[in-house]
């Protein structure tokens, strides 16, 4: 049985001069991890602080853990980690000092406080710096360390608006082996980014805004699942016979050849594709390679945003 862990009901959002969000209405189950993309401008992260319980809309209705938004701030900001885009750090006080302090605000009971530290250090990689000063770190440390921030609490909820910005290849894998790990532990999380290809390492639905609404929510194994795949079939001296095959497969739409591989659109699902492999194989067709070209968070993106699906 899913359960939601965030509500959303015809959301409207001010600024003195226009509105920024219209109508936003969706549900996010809990343990999914969310990407929430969209244009610069779009008002994904003027929808993140209302879900956080850090701004309040003009009318409409954010439900978090059953706990309405406006009604129970401090409820929500209980449940919740967030990680803003531009954060700031308290320079002067060391790494340790800072997750202290943080797990203190955030009531952390003060008998599990340096365990609790420890802990978050060693998700984020930071364990190592914990005696440095905030102030000496890199813009990559500094996200890890906000990233810390958000966790000290163990919340159920966790937003990261552009969590990789800044940080090395080594630092965004280590980001992408948390989120999954915070994941399996039944978390739920929202992440905004422009780096698409590093959401679909770990996303399991795509939400787009476009110009303050919501363009589709899509949940990304379904898509999978109903999207026609690229197959590319290696042949050893592909010849016409071969051919003729494949073009009596069912549900295979051959679209050309490359060096003896047959490229081709199957629509059929991923056991009509077993199907397909085991029979070239039971015909003893010298397939010498079978890939599936998968399709991405990206191609996701481009079919809601262009129309396509």
């Not at 050849?257 to 077993?274: L, R, W, Y």
């Amino acid at each position: 049985m899913t359960i939601a862990m965030i509500e959303v009901e015809k959301l409207n959002f001010d600024y003195p001069d226009k509105r920024v969000l219209h109508d936003i209405s969706f549900t996010i189950n809990e343990g999914s991890v969310t990407a929430l993309v969209g244009p610069n401008g779009a008002g994904k992260t003027t929808l993140l602080r209302c879900i956080a319980a850090l701004d309040r809309a003009h009318s409409g209705k954010v439900t978090i853990g059953g706990k309405d938004a406006a009604d129970f701030p401090r409820d929500v900001h209980h449940m919740t980690g967030y990680l803003s885009d531009f954060f700031g750090l308290y320079d002067g006080l060391s790494l340790r000092q800072c997750l202290t302090y943080m797990a203190w605000c955030q009531k952390v009971p003060a008998s599990e406080v340096p365990k609790r530290v420890a802990e978050v250090a060693e998700q984020v990689g930071i364990t190592a710096r914990l005696e440095e000063k905030a102030g000496t770190l890199s813009r990559g440390y500094r996200q890890r360390l906000g990233i810390g921030l958000a966790l000290i609490h163990n919340p159920q909820l966790l937003i990261l608006d552009e969590p990789a910005s800044g940080m090395d290849p080594d630092a965004r894998i280590a980001l992408s082996q948390m989120i999954r790990g915070l994941r399996a532990q039944g978390k739920t999380i929202i992440v905004s980014s422009h780096i698409l290809t590093e959401l679909e390492d770990y996303c399991t639905d795509m939400l787009v805004i476009k110009d303050g609404r919501v363009a589709q929510q899509v949940q990304l194994q379904e898509y999978a699942a109903k999207t026609v795949r690229v197959l590319r079939i290696g042949i050893a001296n592909l010849g016409v016979s071969h051919m003729d095959m494949l073009q009596r497969v069912p549900n295979l739409k051959v679209t050309g050849t490359e060096n003896n591989v047959v490229v081709a659109e199957f629509s059929g699902t991923e056991e009509e594709q077993q199907g397909l492999l085991r029979k070239l194989m039971t015909d003893n067709v010298p397939v010498f390679s079978f890939t599936t070209t998968q399709h991405t968070l990206q191609d996701a993106y481009m079919d809601v945003t262009s129309g396509r699906k």
